[in-house]
């Protein structure tokens, strides 16, 4: 969700509210690079993603991120499927505008959502593994820039965008009478966007790539071999925009790369569907 | 060196207020079946309908989760060509029917119910503990086989029947839930060790073949750098410092203790050496040499029907004519899995004991404070 984080530049006393669906299939077993063919193992996580950023000054400006997660794991060998849900970690990001089209951001996402979810096995309540909680147990630093310009020499309407997030992730020291430290995160979002008109209707399409490197979990002080890896994905998206405050967008994730460490589910389809809102506050 | 918490202290506390435990004095770590945490209290958990701890059992997966290898298919030795030379295999012997499980395959398995010349043998393998036990599964007279349940207790893995749905503890050989609660499992003798001298000393034994009916990345170590550090996934109940906890050594169980044998003891050059020692008042012939161990009860009390006494004979090792490893003074010739393959006695075997290899901290939980030769 970290490729959610942070909203556009605003002027002075801009209040702006995003609110997506995201969901994510994830079905490619794969060891490495190599897909395998069974199809015993699947994911799918639907989430309510809420941000919030309000505009201080020209300069200054903070960020608000909620969620709500539903993750559901199925092994159809075992005829067996685990569901959780819940309200997810929350980041705060402060974000400053450097230049005119730089602003750069730190944060941290606080440990909002529950990690103590538990499955029953032959009568014995044990641990859910972190990645299907909800929340992650812990404190994370994040930081955050992004450069967005106009690509005059293409069209006046053509805007380059990249977004880089890294998450430094903390430990979370009460999973369970153990210890898990997920793997540090680092994004970068590049994507080119136009704007052309059907009629009076204002169509932004977008098209962007994307490389996420996820760093290897930690838990009982030993590294999860199967954990962390290199993702490539595109994502092709459109926004309609309704009136100047008011868009309507979807974007959607193909993988084209993925390197995931050991033995992983990893994904094969990602689609967010929302709306943004921006409005002002007018202070006398 | 960090001694691992238990999975909740709630649980514990409830069990202490519920006034189960019982104290333990003296020098016997273990009082009737029971567990001792690190301060030597017993935390056996009887009336929650477990023989073990429930604190202590955590689901380390679902049931089935990981898959029993139920239907196993066998290549010949001569075949096999992705098996790296130190990486080991667990063999099994029925006759002149000799048969490998590679590590590889049995990491993402741990159980294949198999059938060699009527023997229906399970074989059990433990990953985290390192621990490969045979067992017959055959309970009370019927068939079954056993699947993973998905538990774990001391970070060891715990089988189920199919016939009942009990659950056991491998490294207890022994039903711990369920109507075989308490129920022992018959050990069928196995020996572990590299594949390159598996390959010398049985090339036309058949191997255990990949097509198991799943697509899993065999070859691939699951659990990254888990038996190369001192760091366990679960939590246990006490840990043994004396030695690193991933160091492979031969425990033998009698009366719910254990002595644990240590490569040191045998010869480093390659060549076997046979070793007589005496346990719990049963006497015993360690063989092997620098890169396999093997156990024999060879004197003593055994519940085997067909156990008879040898220790009054003189053992010595037979160099360079493995399978052959050892030989005695009536002109009987061993074989490292101690049968008779030359001599008067032939087709007899020395006595099977419940012994297997494992990583040292496992021995050192289940059985705390094992005499440990060296």
Redesign the interface.
């Known amino acids: 969700m970290s490729g959610n984080l942070g909203m556009p530049s605003a002027d002075k006393n801009t209040v702006q509210l995003a609110v997506s669906h995201d969901f994510n299939r994830l079905t490619r077993f794969q060891t490495g690079r190599n897909e395998l063919t069974s199809k015993e193992f699947s994911r799918e996580t639907n989430s309510i993603l809420v941000e919030a950023g309000y505009s201080l000054s020209q300069k200054w400006s903070v960020d608000v991120f909620l969620s709500w997660v539903r993750q559901k794991r199925d092994n159809r060998l075992a005829g067996v499927q685990q569901t959780t849900s819940g309200i997810g970690d929350a980041t705060l990001l402060l974000k400053y505008r450097l230049l005119s089209s730089l602003n750069v951001g730190a944060g941290i996402k606080a440990p909002l959502g529950a990690s103590d979810f538990t499955f029953t096995e032959g009568g014995i309540r044990s641990p859910l593994p972190l990645d299907l909680q909800p929340g992650s147990g812990a404190w994370d630093g994040v930081f955050w820039a992004n450069y967005t310009t106009t690509l005059k020499f293409l069209r006046p309407s053509t805007t380059f965008s990249t977004t880089t997030t890294f998450r430094l992730t903390g430990k979370n020291d009460e999973f369970f009478s153990s210890t898990y430290e997920v793997g540090n995160e680092f994004l970068i979002n590049t994507s080119v966007s136009d704007r052309f008109l059907l009629g009076t209707l204002i169509f932004d399409p977008s098209f962007g790539i994307n490389y996420r490197r996820q760093g290897t979990d930690i838990s009982f002080e030993f590294e999860n071999p199967n954990s962390g890896g290199d993702f490539v994905f595109i994502n092709p998206g459109i926004a309609y925009q309704a009136t100047p405050d008011l868009t309507f967008q979807v974007n959607s994730s193909i993988p084209v790369y993925q390197q995931v460490g050991g033995t992983q589910v990893a994904n094969s389809f990602r689609i967010n569907t929302g709306v943004f809102y921006r409005f002002s506050i007018k202070k006398n | 060196m ?1 001694n ?6 709630t649980q514990i506390l409830l069990t202490l207020i519920a006034g189960i435990l019982i104290s333990c004095g003296g020098d016997d770590p273990i009082d009737d079946g029971a567990f001792l945490d690190n301060d030597g209290e017993v935390i056996n958990d009887d009336e929650s ?1 477990w023989s073990v701890p ?1 604190a202590n ?9 990981i ?1 029993s290898v139920d239907n196993p298919r066998f290549v010949s030795l001569a075949d096999v060509t992705t098996i790296p030379d130190e990486e080991l295999v667990i063999g099994y012997k029925k006759g002149d029917d000799v048969r490998a499980y590679p590590h590889q395959i049995l990491d993402w398995h741990e159980i294949v119910n198999d059938d060699i010349g009527g023997d229906k043998l399970a074989l059990t393998y433990c990953p985290l503990t390192g621990t490969a036990i045979g067992w017959n599964r055959e309970l009370n007279g019927q068939e079954t086989t056993f699947g993973v ?3 774990l207790f001391n970070t060891n893995l715990m089988p ?1 029947d199919r016939q009942t749905s009990s ?1 056991w503890s491998q490294m207890l050989t022994a039903g711990v ?1 369920g109507d075989l609660r308490d129920n022992q499992a018959e050990i069928l003798q196995v020996i572990e060790m590299p594949w390159k001298d598996w390959k010398e000393i049985y090339p036309n034994s058949s191997v255990l073949s990949r097509d198991t009916g ?4 065999y070859g ?7 038996r190369q ?1 001192n ?5 246990v109940i006490t840990r043994d410092d004396r030695l690193f906890g991933k160091e492979r050594v031969l425990g033998v169980i009698i009366n719910d203790l254990a002595k644990v044998y240590r490569f040191t003891i045998m010869e480093q050059d390659g060549s076997l050496k046979v070793i007589k020692d005496t346990f719990q008042d049963q006497e015993l012939l360690v063989v092997g040499n620098n890169r396999f161990m093997n156990v024999f009860q060879i004197g003593g009390v055994s519940s085997a029907q067909d156990f008879t006494s040898v220790m009054d004979r003189e053992f010595i090792a037979v160099q360079g004519q493995l399978p052959i490893a050892f030989e005695d003074n009536t002109g009987n010739k061993y074989d490292v899995f101690g049968v008779v393959v030359e001599g008067p006695e032939s087709g007899d075997r020395l006595g099977i004991l419940e012994a297997y290899m494992g990583f040292f901290f496992s021995f050192g939980t289940f059985y705390p404070n094992p005499e440990i030769l060296e």
């Open positions: 960090k691992f918490k238990l999975f909740t202290g309908g429930v059992v955590l689901a380390g997966q679902i049931k089935d989760g898959p349940s998905g538990l189920y659950v839930n799943f697509e899993r990345t691939r170590y699951p659990y990254g750098s888990y550090t760091s366990l996934l679960f939590p």
